[in-house]
């Protein structure tokens, strides 16, 4: 039952990757229990675009980790996914105390990309490395709620593969979390 539930699961992530615009076959792809990392490197730029991806355990939801060259971003994509730009959301890691966030909508390629806040990134990656289970509990536009659950086996050793992740650094206390441009002389 769980090879299964994990090679629907991968079908289903495969499937996504496919279909926003990756070459799969272009790039080497890993597998680490229950995560599927690829290798992607802008041929022009240089700029590095790999990614670390975990399907939900009911294969309609992806959990997604993407570098954006030294940046990394964390974000969901459903099947069906919630309504409106701005998604309220609970999540919570094993056993630990449910932390709520807003997630930010960036549709692209008939997808709707969830993504969590570049404040929340650093904290949700490092969790995700050690922890087995993920629930992501989200509103759609009518209050009516729907749980996520991701098995997080592997979780450590995909996302230490990519070097945005290794290159995270926590974000420092009494600083905000994005830097406001300013356009005045200094």
């Not at 615009?21 to 597998?31: E, I, K, L, Y």
């Not at 993504?115 to 009518?142: C, H, K, N, S």
């Not at 086996?153 to 300013?182: D, E, F, H, I, Y």
């Amino acid at each position: 039952m769980q090879k299964r539930i994990i090679r629907a699961s991968m079908a289903a992530l495969l499937g996504l990757m496919a279909m926003s615009g990756r070459a799969v076959a272009q790039n080497p792809v890993q597998t680490f229990g229950t995560f599927t990392m690829s290798r992607n490197v802008d041929p022009i730029s240089d700029e590095d675009r790999s990614n670390a991806a975990v399907a939900s355990v009911d294969s309609t939801a992806v959990m997604w980790w993407q570098c954006y060259g030294d940046t990394a971003g964390v974000f969901a994509a459903f099947k069906e996914p919630p309504e409106g730009e701005e998604i309220d959301a609970v999540y919570r890691f094993d056993q630990d105390r449910p932390d709520t966030t807003v997630l930010t909508s960036a549709p692209s390629d008939g997808y709707v990309w969830l993504f969590f806040p570049e404040e929340e990134t650093y904290a949700i990656t490092q969790r995700a490395m050690t922890a087995g289970r993920f629930v992501l509990r989200v509103w759609d536009a009518d209050d009516s709620t729907r749980d996520f659950i991701f098995t997080l086996s592997g979780g450590g050793r995909a996302l230490r593969t990519l070097p945005c992740v290794t290159r995270m650094r926590p974000p420092v206390a009494g600083q905000p979390a994005v830097q406001k441009r300013s356009d005045k002389p200094h």
